[in-house]
């Protein structure tokens, strides 16, 4: 399937630059809480329903069980959107305090608005702030992260799908707020010991940009207080 | 998760409003509510806010081979997804009532209407068609689905461009938008659906039904139609007596407003700005310009001791 894209390839970006972010919270009246989370054309929304009841089969007796549902803007979901699901969920299931909420379910719904490149971290971005929005408790926030490598062994933060395209390897980290570790990684291509240490190091340092932005947008959101 | 129900209060206090022409937010009997289309970065994304209700549309294209009762004719194929971020009655892969009710109710108002010129999809007659595929997503349900999604997809429908293709003899080569301008359905006319709710078997009738106001109501009517006052579908559910009378009098009331939405679409289909919109007064918005993370400076390459082994570990196995 074919969509044909109106955005052409845009103006070369920085290696080192995160493109633009923006979020909306709360912008959808159903769910508990809902974001979108734009990082220069890369969209998504995401809704989270619950603490709710849960079925039965997939009821576990001292935590909360969480399901993650990404949804392909075409067509059916395939294994790409299984495995980031997995990327996703493991990375909530860190955070949240789910022994909080036991017997109950919690559904994460992430819908693609529009891929340019960096999507699993647009993706964790999203999530992180709907369960936000939602008041669910967490230990820590996390953001996404997305490096690329290309051949010359060049790192670009955020890549664009061109730049992603092009690259040797493209890698993926969740990272927490609290300690600037870790959370999560999905890696894609080959590179050596010493550049996912980069990476890593690289990535910590743009996450503290993105914890920034969310603690505007969250000072921002209760800045009326009643 | 089930949907939460609405309890026998709620249902006699909304019942007793629409009999004294009192709806919950304030709207008339026959008034809309706001529309609202954005269109996405891609070709043929659209999406579509009806108050509260949501909907998204995607339209992507594919060559097939067409069927071969209809050689020369492209394929119009529909795919409704009841997305679980809508509402949380609806579960995921499982096709419910109102998903095939959905769904039918698309395919007759947009391809039984013949608004497309599916002669105009074929490349090489018998051989090479394109297919055109309508995804349509629902983001939040705040009822009356149907009229959002035939909005969401005519107005994707209309927005998107296809790849031009060439023939040479039997090849049959297909541009990249760089090197070729992508090219547009040919759209007849735009079929849009109106929906109407009965209450108290069919004594008191409101448009564009809310949620809770679809959980009480006996019976629905969902009318098609476009500018030219044409009538392309009607589909009556919830299995009430219309007296003729009744219909045909809405009808013709129901027309001006119909197109009034016909020429909100076309306005909007208009501009065909594409950036993201974003609302950003409310203070639930935030964004901030392209941030760039310092890669000059030393990077400090967090190295435990248990690191160290590992890499004195790796080197032998290298060898």
């Known amino acids: ?226 | 998760m089930k949907d939460t129900p609405l309890s026998n209060c709620e249902r006699d206090f909304l019942l007793k409003a629409i009999e004294e022409k009192k709806r919950l937010d304030g709207r008339q009997t026959y008034d809309y509510r706001n529309i609202k289309l954005r269109f996405g970065a891609d070709y043929g994304c659209c999406i579509v806010d009806l108050g509260k209700t949501r909907v998204m549309a995607q339209v992507s294209c594919e060559l097939v081979t067409p069927k071969e009762s209809r050689p020369n004719e492209g394929i119009l194929f529909f795919n409704l997804e009841l997305s679980p971020m809508a509402s949380p009655a609806f579960e995921l892969g499982r096709s419910s009532e109102l998903l095939v009710k959905l769904n039918r109710q698309l395919e007759r108002c947009l391809r039984n209407s013949h608004c497309i010129d599916t002669e105009s999809l074929c490349v090489v007659s018998g051989e090479k068609v394109w297919q055109i595929r309508v995804d349509v997503h629902m983001l939040n349900h705040d009822g009356n689905l149907m009229d959002a999604t035939s909005i969401a997809a005519i107005a994707a429908l209309s927005h998107f461009k296809r790849p031009d293709v060439g023939v040479q003899g039997d090849q049959v080569t297909v541009y990249s938008p760089e090197e070729r301008n992508p090219i547009a359905l040919s759209i007849y006319h735009m079929p849009i659906c109106v929906s109407l709710s009965f209450f108290q078997q069919g004594t008191y009738l409101l448009v564009d039904p809310c949620e809770r106001e679809e959980r009480v109501m006996d019976g629905l009517l969902m009318i098609t139609m476009n500018k030219h006052r044409e009538i392309c579908s009607i589909q009556s559910s919830g299995g009430i007596m219309l007296l003729k009378e009744q219909a045909m009098t809405e009808i013709t009331d129901l027309i001006m407003r119909a197109l009034e939405n016909d020429k909100k679409t076309r306005k909007e289909g208009g501009k065909c700005g594409f950036a993201e919109y974003m609302p950003l007064a409310r203070i639930t918005v935030n964004t901030t310009d392209d941030t760039s993370v310092d890669m000059t400076g030393p990077v400090v390459v967090i190295s435990d001791s248990e690191d160290e082994e590992d890499v004195v570990i790796l080197h032998p196995e290298t060898l």
């Open chain 1, 1 to 226: 399937m074919e969509v044909c894209s109106a955005v052409d390839v845009k103006c070369i970006k920085s290696n080192s630059t995160l493109r633009e972010f923006g979020c909306e919270q709360s912008l959808l009246s159903r769910p508990d809480g809902s974001a979108s989370f734009i990082q220069g054309d890369t969209s998504v929304m995401a809704a989270v329903y619950g603490p709710a009841e849960v079925k039965v089969s997939k009821e576990i007796y001292d935590r909360a069980t969480l399901e993650v549902v990404i949804q392909a803007k075409v067509g059916l979901p395939s294994v790409k959107e299984r495995s980031q699901e997995q990327c996703v969920r493991e990375t909530c299931e860190a955070s949240l305090l789910m022994l909080l909420h036991p017997r109950s379910s919690l559904t994460l719904i992430l819908q693609v608005l529009h891929d340019h490149g960096s999507l699993l971290a647009c993706f964790l971005n999203a999530a992180c702030m709907a369960l936000m929005d939602a008041g669910l408790p967490m230990s820590c926030l996390f953001c996404g992260v997305t490096c690329a490598i290309a051949s010359d062994g060049q790192i670009t933060m955020d890549p664009t799908a061109v730049q992603e395209k092009e690259s040797r390897a493209v890698l993926t980290f969740a990272i927490d707020s609290t300690e600037q570790k870790v959370m999560m990684s999905s890696t894609k291509g080959s590179f050596s010991v010493q550049e996912l240490h980069e990476c890593i190091a690289l990535s910590q340092k743009a996450s503290e940009n993105i914890f920034k932005f969310y603690r505007v947008s969250v000072q921002r959101r209760y800045s009326k207080t009643l």
